[in-house]
């Protein structure tokens, strides 16, 4: 991430990527993450990135695209379509970032329940593996 870079194009370029290499660099050290499958608000950068890179395994496949985003000075809404085995899932990212363009929360919300319990499976599997 360069400095002058908006944190939601540096977001953009790196799932086009397929790559979180940079996203320690992107999240503030204090983020928290807001799973749609797991209860609690995961704290810390560590967590955060970790879930994240997750994510890219889980989400990021080639039928992965965003198809609607808000973005205001502090806040986007990034709504994105993909397929997990078979499943059409429908969801939104709620990103915050502060005055030096570090993520500070990152909120994912899925629809249908039928694509949740597939993102659960498949998120669950990859936090395990590591």
């Known amino acids: 991430m360069t400095a002058s870079e908006h944190p939601i194009t540096t977001w953009h370029r790196m799932v086009e990527a397929r790559d979180p290499t940079g996203l320690a660099a992107l999240i503030d050290e ?16 560590t967590l955060v990135v970790m879930y994240l890179s997750a994510a890219f395994k889980v989400f990021f496949s080639p039928n ?5 985003e808000i973005v205001g000075e502090h806040d986007a809404v ?3 379509e993909t397929e997990l085995d ?29 694509a949740l319990q597939a993102v659960q499976q498949r998120m669950a599997a990859m936090l395990q593996a590591g």
Not at 64 to 68: A, D, K, Q
Not at 86 to 114: C, H, Q, Y
């Open 30 to 45: 204090a983020a928290v993450f807001h799973s749609p499958v797991v209860h609690t608000p995961q704290a810390g950068r």
């Open 64 to 68: 992965f695209r965003y198809v609607r």
């Open 78 to 80: 990034l709504e994105f």
């Open 86 to 114: 078979g499943v059409m899932v429908n969801g939104v990212d709620l990103i915050r970032w502060n005055e030096a363009s570090r993520i500070t929360d990152f909120k994912v919300m899925l629809r249908p329940a039928k």
